[in-house]
């Protein structure tokens, strides 16, 4: 192996320290409550990681659990009480949700001053017009871990596989805001591993086991895996063929341990930012 391994895990940690000694100087605790419809086990882990990560900060943080046959009249009503709730500043529904639910609707009925995933519309406009905002979690914490490992950005050649709402298009954009010239690629794109060779800085995000190859990988590249992706045997895989990948790149993100922790130190931050910014 040539590349330098990113360590989310302890970037997200320092994250977290940060994050927790500002709260403790409040004379309030910031309010975080995820609202999770049904059993989709992926979202299990994460709600359980963030419990622990908001409590051990300092975060009043709550998960309110809803049977999965639950309507979006009362997945609405529940948002609506959360927006009304002055201890509330951050307010985050676990998707996926239920094939019932329209999950557009009830992101646009939270309050973009609470909506710490970043996902309200307004917020994603005011990211689209470099206006100050609440940016989704994951791209966020892509650029903490580009920024730490010393990538340079202005200039660079940066591919973005995937073009989600919620992580290919904002990262997209963050990467853009730092100037980098970024192409995004997806299920259309013609010849898939020589972009990806062009990029000097890739960003994976399909959901795809391992999809993305050593030789996909342009000599000293920063990679960066955003994929989750659960085997059959239970292991966790990202993305990005890892051993191959890493002995091609400058430096990369492992799964587990790279951005999935930082998805959950942004969250906070966010959070923090939220009811910084609502309590003024
Ligand atoms: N680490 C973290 O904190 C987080 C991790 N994730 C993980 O990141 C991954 C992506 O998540 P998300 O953006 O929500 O996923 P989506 O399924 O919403 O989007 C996947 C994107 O990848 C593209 N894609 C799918 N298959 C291919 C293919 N064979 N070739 C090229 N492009 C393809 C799709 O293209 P098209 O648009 O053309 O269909 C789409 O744009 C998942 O593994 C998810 O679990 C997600 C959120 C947070
Ligand atoms: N409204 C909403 N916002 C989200 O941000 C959101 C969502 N819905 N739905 C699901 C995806 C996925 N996601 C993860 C975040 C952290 C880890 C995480 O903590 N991963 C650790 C541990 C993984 C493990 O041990 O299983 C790691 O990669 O090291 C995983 C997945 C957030 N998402």
Not at 84 to 98: E, F, M, N
Not at 171 to 190: E, G, N, P, Y
Request: net charge neutral; charged share 20%.
């Amino acid at each position: 192996m040539s590349a330098r391994v990113i360590d989310g895990k302890a970037v997200a940690e320092g994250l977290r320290a940060t994050l927790a000694a500002r709260v403790q100087a409040l004379p309030f605790r910031p309010g975080l409550r995820v609202v999770r419809v049904g059993e989709d086990p992926a979202s299990g882990v994460y709600v359980r990681n963030k419990d622990r990560a908001a409590a051990a900060a300092g975060f009043d943080s709550a998960t309110i659990h809803l049977p999965a046959e639950t309507s979006q009249d009362a997945l609405l009503a529940q948002v609506a009480a959360l927006n009304a709730d002055p201890a509330v500043d951050g307010i985050l529904v676990q998707l996926p949700l239920p094939p019932q639910i329209d999950a557009q609707s009830v992101i646009a009925a939270i309050d973009p001053a609470k909506d710490v995933d970043g996902f309200h519309p307004i917020n994603a406009g005011r990211l689209a017009n470099g206006q100050p905002g609440l940016v989704p979690c994951t791209p966020k914490g892509v650029m903490y871990l580009l920024r730490d490992a010393g990538v340079t950005l202005a200039g660079a050649r940066a591919l973005v596989l995937g073009r989600s709402t919620i992580v290919g298009k904002p990262m997209a954009q963050l990467l853009l805001a730092a100037d980098c010239t970024v192409t995004i690629a997806h299920s259309r794109t013609r010849d898939l591993p020589a972009e990806c060779r062009r990029a000097e800085i890739l960003v994976a995000a399909v959901g795809r086991p391992e999809m993305v190859r050593g030789d996909w990988i342009a000599p000293g590249a920063a990679v960066i895996d955003v994929g989750i992706n659960r085997l059959a045997d239970g292991r966790l895989v990202g993305d990005v063929a890892f051993a191959e990948a890493a002995a091609v790149a400058g430096c990369i993100t492992p799964v587990p341990g790279g951005v999935g922790p930082m998805t959950i130190a942004c969250l906070l931050e966010n959070t923090l930012d939220a009811a910084l910014a609502r309590r003024a």
